[in-house]
């Protein structure tokens, strides 16, 4: 055969293989372009034509960002990582870090196409040292690719969380989560019934002390009184200076919102002036300790301590 004729047959294959029409992009390999692309902008051509016009009629940012994320792949092997894609078989990708020995894996747990709908979902591994981590929570993404006008686009993203409810890490935090918040609650709680007991103390203490200003009056000979009782009287028929009915009966036992109440000091004949306490009945029950006398002024102590009350307590605003 002459030369030329055998550099005409080689033009001519040449030729017609360039004429062969590519394969059309399906939707893993669209997948795969739009993140991990060399080429500016291809992270765009994958979206729906409406996402696309809207990002265009934006400010330009997003359009500048959507750039970035289309150069994926030259940043992370910037950064030491080698990542390579697969457009068929079980792995969709693979970052490994020759540092630190890890390995990162992204696997297509399905594939389903219907027409021109494709359903991809991924589920990510993690390894070290060749050994695969456990984790009991594990994420996947379902990406939606629909074709619109001869391109895959992706119009939706699933986000799913698969949570093993047996594993055993996920039994300790779990186990620890529990424990901080039944602490924090019973520690809350504890608060609001100390704070509730104080508030019906302070209560309890003004009734006292309006009760024996009001019975000093009533009773001017006898002047303030030592005796709960006196003060309680309720049933009789009658009001009388040992039963002056100014408070109940369950005040007058002294005890009242797990505190214990004492009436003292009563000085003089006439007496002149009276001291009241009310101290927890434990510690569990408040903090404070309240106290009052003539002056009708409440004081507290935050030792819970009668005699600091009664010696250096704080008026109460």
């Not at 029409?21 to 992270?43: C, D, I, V, W, Y």
């Amino acid at each position: 055969m002459k030369p030329i004729s055998v550099l005409a047959t080689t033009l001519a294959l040449v030729t017609a293989t360039w004429a062969q029409p590519q394969p059309p992009q399906n939707a893993r390999q669209a997948l795969l372009e739009m993140f991990f692309s060399k080429t500016p902008g291809t992270f765009e051509k994958h979206l729906p034509e409406a996402t696309r016009a809207a990002l265009r009629n934006a400010d330009g940012q997003g359009l500048l960002l959507l750039q970035q994320l289309s150069l994926m792949t030259s940043q992370l092997n910037s950064q030491g990582q080698q990542l390579q894609t697969f457009e068929a078989g079980p792995t969709l990708l693979a970052v490994e870090d020759s540092r630190t020995n890890s390995k990162f894996d992204v696997t297509v747990e399905r594939d389903d196409l219907r027409g021109e709908a494709d359903e991809i979902e991924l589920s990510f591994h993690a390894y070290k040292d060749g050994q695969p981590q456990a984790s009991f929570v594990s994420p996947h993404l379902t990406f939606l690719m629909k074709q619109q006008t001869g391109i895959w686009r992706m119009h939706e993203i699933t986000v799913a969380i698969h949570m093993a409810l047996d594993n055993p890490e996920f039994l300790k935090e779990m186990t620890k989560n529990m424990a901080n918040l039944g602490a924090g609650n019973m520690s809350n709680l504890g608060a609001t019934r100390s704070s509730a007991n104080e508030a019906a103390a302070i209560s309890a203490l003004r009734t006292l002390a309006t009760a024996e200003i009001t019975y000093s009056v009533a009773y001017p000979n006898h002047g303030y009184t030592c005796s709960l009782w006196d003060l309680d009287g309720f049933g009789s028929s009658e009001t009388s200076e040992h039963h002056a009915m100014l408070i109940d009966s369950g005040l007058a036992t002294g005890k009242k919102a797990g505190y214990v109440f004492t009436v003292s000091g009563c000085t003089g004949s006439p007496a002149s002036t009276f001291k009241v306490t009310a101290v927890p009945a434990e510690s569990a029950v408040g903090a404070r300790a309240f106290c009052s006398d003539q002056t009708a002024v409440i004081r507290y102590a935050v030792d819970g301590k009668a005699a600091t009350c009664l010696a250096s307590g704080k008026p109460l605003n």
